[in-house]
């Protein structure tokens, strides 16, 4: 078997090799990984064809993955061509990235549940689904005529772990069945294991933090 070009360090998401590591027996704050990762977080993503170059953070690896390998830019914008796309593409990246993937962790996965932190987020994460609705309104995708890294980010770090109905939001149920109906998310969702994106939507909240016993090792405080 020859050599892989591409080394994931991941929770799942696509690439030729994928190593998992055990958030629960906290590997990702191990010493050989921190020489990789300094931040300790997955994913981190190795180019074995430039010199085992290391990317870490989720979006700096999806624009890395597309600069590289989306020459033909199907799945993103052309900074030199299409600059106001690829600006607008950087925008939502930048609006999921800063303001839902942090969210996510009250809302879903902590331990213990803090009144005011899971209103606090609430409220927000509410906002800023509200301010995807609005945005998909009588369009298919994020930015631009067709499917980009700014669906993919808002994909797999938002919409999955927002605890919210998401039948009070159409522009975004339509979307996510747009999204999870390419072949090729399909195929990504598979790795390493099926993300069960409407169990996760779906789950009571303490199943929900059970899940994040196992999957973190958080402790479970009564
Ligand atoms: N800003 C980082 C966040 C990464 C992150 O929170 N990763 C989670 C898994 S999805 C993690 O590594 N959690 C374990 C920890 O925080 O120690 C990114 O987007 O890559």
């Known amino acids: 078997m020859s050599s892989p070009q591409l080394t994931l360090y991941a929770s799942p998401s696509p690439a030729d090799e994928v190593k998992r590591l055990s ?6 704050k191990s010493d050989w990984y921190l020489k990789l990762n300094p931040n300790g977080r997955l994913p981190t993503l190795i ?20 600069q590289h390998f989306d020459t033909e830019h199907k799945i ?6 299409e600059p106001k796309l690829y600006s607008e593409q950087l925008q939502w990246i930048f609006f999921t990235h800063g303001g839902i ?21 609430r409220d927000e994460s509410i906002r800023l689904i509200s ?6 309104k009588d369009r298919e995708w994020l930015v631009g005529p067709h499917y980009s890294l700014a669906d993919i980010k808002t994909l797999l770090r938002g ?18 069945e747009r999204i999870l109906a390419r072949p090729k998310t399909d195929k990504g969702l598979n790795v390493p294991e099926r993300v069960n994106l409407d169990g996760m939507v779906n789950r009571p909240l303490e199943e929900f933090r059970a899940y994040g016993t196992a999957v973190f ?3 479970k405080v009564e």
């Open 76 to 81: 993103s914008y052309d900074p030199i061509n």
């Open 47 to 66: 180019d074995h064809s430039k010199e085992d170059f290391v990317i870490w953070e989720s979006s700096a690896i999806l624009l890395y993955i597309a």
């Open 101 to 121: 993937a942090p969210i996510a962790h009250f809302m879903r996965l902590a331990p213990e549940s803090i009144p005011y932190a899971i209103k606090r987020f």
């Open 217 to 219: 090792g958080f402790k």
């Open 159 to 176: 919409a999955k772990l927002l605890d919210v109905d998401l039948n009070d939001y159409p522009n975004i149920q339509k979307w996510l």
């Open 23 to 28: 958030l629960k027996d906290k590997e990702q």
């Open 131 to 136: 301010v995807l609705e609005e945005r998909l």
